[in-house]
């Protein structure tokens, strides 16, 4: 299983980015695929999940804002990140779950500043 992330970079606030997370050696659609992200010195946290079904959830700090979807055709889970804070600044890992199977991949930086 291999999960690669694209789409981190440098934004300015108020800016928005799409991250994407190409997903190969599984069954795509049978995964609850993730977004997660730590910022230096602190925990990793959960942005945005979506279930095998399509439903979705958000962390409180990213409501409203990010919008998590997926595309099985192209075993494909992206992020569309607006309205971005200067406290999103962060790594952003992509993440592949079903049963006891989990998946990470290599994250992607996202630096949010003026």
């Known amino acids: 299983v291999q999960l690669v992330e694209s789409g981190g970079g440098l934004v300015q606030p108020g800016g928005s980015l799409r991250l994407s997370c190409a997903a190969s050696?599984?069954?795509?659609?049978?995964?609850?695929m993730g977004w997660y992200r730590q910022a230096p010195g602190k925990q990793r946290e959960q942005v945005a999940q979506?279930?095998?079904?399509?439903?979705?959830n958000y962390g409180d700090s990213v409501k409203g804002r990010f919008t998590i979807s997926r595309d099985n055709a192209k075993n494909t889970v992206y992020l569309q990140m607006n309205s971005l804070k200067a406290e999103d600044t962060a790594a952003y890992y992509c993440?592949?779950?079903?049963?006891?199977?989990?998946?990470w991949g290599q994250g992607t930086p996202v630096t949010v500043s003026s």
């Open positions: 993440h592949a779950g079903m049963s006891t199977m989990n998946y």
């Open positions: 050696g599984m069954i795509f659609s049978t995964y609850t």
């Open positions: 979506i279930t095998s079904g399509g439903r979705t």
